[in-house]
């Protein structure tokens, strides 16, 4: 009796979706100096304008020195970005010509690292640009506030909102708990506004004139 032939078919498997395959710690570089600039754009501008407004009610005096303020920490936070990210660069460029020159990596996991390598521009611009929308914020929450304790009230309230969202915008795109993000950036942005306040009012408080 012949033998029966068998004939085994593979099925392969489907691929994981575009969500499961997706490296999210790719995004760590930019999404860090991004999330770094806004909230730091957000709070150290806010925290400027609130201890202004604790010594002066003057608006005008509020507007320039936030956008003082945005244009200083942009320029500090595009060079500082840079210059750590290129400091970053050169180690890990320096790393991979040692593994090179001992036969530590073959030509696939060459190309593979340099793919990942940190872009210092890259770095730079997003954080000085992030910085600077999330400057804007307490701006315009003053630009069109007549009375000076309704105006500190908004500026408050408008930079709360905008470190939720930007807290709740970091923990999706880095697939981390969104409670914990924003409670930590809220929490953290008070805590500077309400501490420049305090000390700028005790300051105008013991009779110095501004």
């Known amino acids: 009796m012949a033998a029966q032939n ?24 930019w999404l860090r100096a991004a999330v770094l600039g806004a909230n730091d754009g957000l709070v150290s501008v806010a925290s400027l304008m609130m201890g202004v407004g604790a010594v002066q009610e003057n608006v005008k005096t509020m507007i320039i020195t936030g956008f003082a303020g945005l244009f200083a920490g942009a320029c500090s936070m595009a060079i500082g970005e840079f210059v750590s990210v290129y400091s970053q660069l050169d180690i890990e460029r320096a790393q991979m010509n040692r593994d090179k020159a001992t036969g530590g990596q073959n030509r696939e996991h060459e190309e593979g690292n340099k793919e990942q390598l940190p ?7 997003a954080s000085s640009i992030a910085f600077s929308l999330g400057a804007i914020v307490p701006i315009l929450a003053a630009a069109f506030i007549a009375n000076h304790k309704v105006r ?12 939720v969202a930007f807290g709740v915008i970091g923990a999706f795109l880095g697939r981390s708990p969104i409670v914990k993000s924003c409670a930590r950036v809220l929490i953290g942005g ?7 306040f305090g000390l ?6 013991t009779g110095l004139e501004i």
């Open 152 to 163: 500190l009230a908004v500026i408050v309230a408008a930079v709360s909102l905008a470190l």
């Open 6 to 29: 068998h004939v085994q078919i593979t099925i392969p498997k489907e691929n994981q979706s575009s969500e499961e395959d997706f490296d999210y710690s790719q995004r760590a570089q």
């Open 119 to 125: 872009n210092p521009f890259q770095a730079a611009g």
């Open 190 to 196: 008070w805590m500077a506004m309400a501490i420049t």
């Open 200 to 205: 700028t009012k005790l300051i105008g408080s």
